[in-house]
């Protein structure tokens, strides 16, 4: 068991904003009890989905793709990567990560045919959109967004855009408050 209180230090949000959240989704404790854990642990993750498998794609084979491509932290957590494009005809068949890269213009018709969930887009600012336009054509409704810009997409579409620059950015405005805090 754990109580909202616990959960609240653990989270740095007050326990009230603990039950308020965990009260949109129905009743996980019990009051002065509070949460069995592994009842609450089991519900959230079917509430966010990852009590299954995930089908992704990524488009996009340069450094960043291959990092993608090769990190062994989607699998256990029920993302698997089911192939892999990218329009470098020098790429384009070689094998990564247990998958032979097929090419871009072949991605709406691989989704035509094949279930998948969730694309990654690691390409060029300059070819971002076309890949997102084609991820979208093809039937997806969620995006991972590596490219520095931000596409255009139907409201049914869910974007998440990583920018490591942005990332850094809000990074220097800590480290600079910090300092100037401890001075």
């Given amino acids: ?71 062994g932290g989607f699998g256990p957590q ?30 709406e018709a691989f989704l035509r045919i094949h279930h998948v969930d969730i694309g990654i887009v690691a390409v060029p600012a300059d070819a971002a959109q076309g890949v997102v336009d084609r991820l979208v054509g093809g039937g997806i409704h969620a995006i991972l967004n590596y490219a520095p810009m931000l596409p255009h997409v139907p409201r049914n579409v869910a974007v998440r855009n990583i920018d490591p620059v942005l990332a850094m950015q809000s990074m220097t405005f800590h480290v600079k408050n910090y300092q100037t805090s401890a001075k």
């Fill in 78 to 107: 029920g993302f698997h990567i089911v192939a892999i494009f990218d329009s470098d005809p020098n790429l384009v068949g070689r094998d990564l990560s247990r998958h032979q890269v097929k090419h871009v213009d072949d991605l």
């Fill in 1 to 71: 068991m754990v109580s909202s209180q616990v959960l609240g230090e653990r989270l740095d949000v007050t326990p009230a904003q603990i039950r308020k959240d965990l009260s949109y989704f129905g009743r996980f404790g019990k009051q002065g009890r509070g949460y069995d854990v592994l009842l609450l642990l089991g519900r959230l993750r079917e509430i966010l989905g990852l009590d299954r498998t995930w089908r992704v794609c990524l488009i996009g084979v340069g450094r960043l793709g291959q990092a993608i491509a090769e990190y």
